[in-house]
DNA sequence: GGTTGACAGTTAGAGTTCAAACTATTAAAG
DNA sequence: CTTTAATAGTTTGAACTCTAACTGTCAACC
């Protein structure tokens, strides 16, 4: 990653862990800006990664860098997003949103953690805890899921 | 669902929580014959509860009854899946999974179950235990996703 | 310098998913 | 009996995912 702590990334881990998050909440929020969920979090991210390398974006959201190759196509059909090649390495492009990109994502953050704590409802603070505890102690020994 | 209940219902329902099963053992095994994760689970499903209804279906996979229609196609096709109509209601169809499909499919259940075991690794008893419960308490308060 | 191998990203093709619009059947209401 | 509404399933079109094969660049080693 590219060094800051994303702010929805606690969300983002549990959306991960939920996939039922699929049919909820976030969806409406998301269907206002005619974003899908992939794209949303993805625009977020470089809101607050700007110049993140492809490669960073499909380890953030785990899938493969073809599946960020066509996820950023239609973001940059849209000028949501940026690509430059910049720096000393000629093959990785730098990735920016654009100022479009960063006013129809903002608030997406806050969206994201008003839905968490919708999934979340039924635990108190400790259980919460809990759960995150065994879910990181689940998830350390999984491998990476690009390994290419 | 269709009373009984299938024996991979708890790796189901871990694969569910756990997205990165998309990278994991199951690939392999499920590679082998040529079938793809979702095509297992509802062969699999079929095999254990023949006869069932495509909204069955999607309500076990947590899909739509779009997918299960597209989904099943390719089984179909294949010959690894039989669709009868029968009964008294003429839109329902009843779901079998042909000789051919269930001899592919075969040890599918267990191959789920050393899945399962590989994931939760890291775990005691004791904490799966507790794992298992929370997930199951946030779960229950979820909307169902097929709201068609 | 030239070859070899790793790396960043793209493309093509198949499979899955969804929403929305559609057929056909069943059930409920009048 | 007729109309209306709900249900089971399909189709279409768009988006995402993956694997496999590909281009182009960088690095290491001879």
Redesign the pocket.
Known sequence: MSGTEPQFTTSLELLRWIGWA??MAG?DWVRERDL?R??SFALGFLVQNPGS???DIAEM??????????????LEKRGLIE?RIGG??????RVYATPAGAELIAGFDIAMNDLEEKILAPLDEQERVTLHALLTKVTSVLPQ?TRD
Chains 1, 2 share one sequence.
């Open positions: 699929q049919m969806q899908s992939e794209q390398m492809q490669r959201t785990r899938t493969s860098a073809a599946s960020v190759s066509s996820l950023l196509q239609g690509r000393g390495d000629q093959r990785s492009k899921p």
